[in-house]
C-alpha cells in the first residue's frame, strides 16, 4: 500500500478511474493471503526442527483467514465514488 501511496503521491503512477484509498488498502490487505512463499520460508527455517512447521502452518493459515476476512469487509465497506 504504501508503495502505490507514494507513487501516486509523486506522480509516478496515477490512481485508476473508479478507485479511491480504500480500495487500494483493502485490495493490499487481501494481497496478505498468498501463503506459499510463508510456507516455503518456514521450512527453510526449520529444516532440522521438524516439530515447528505444524506451528508454521497453523501460523500461516490463520494469517491467510484473517487477511481475507478483512480485505472483503473493508473492500465490502468502502464508499462508492
Known amino acids: 500500500f504504501i508503495f502505490s501511496y507514494v507513487s501516486i503521491k509523486t506522480k509516478i503512477a496515477q490512481m485508476p478511474n473508479n478507485t479511491n484509498w480504500f480500495n487500494f488498502y483493502g ?10 512463499m510463508s510456507l516455503f520460508v518456514g521450512n527453510l527455517a526449520f529444516v532440522d526442527n521438524i516439530q515447528y512447521m505444524d506451528g508454521v502452518k497453523i501460523g500461516v493459515l490463520t494469517g491467510s483467514l484473517l487477511s481475507t476476512l478483512t480485505g472483503y469487509f473493508l473492500i465490502l465497506l468502502t464508499p462508492n465514488k
Not at 27 to 36: A, E, M, R, S
Open 27 to 36: 485490495v493490499g490487505v487481501l494481497t496478505g493471503i498468498g501463503f506459499t
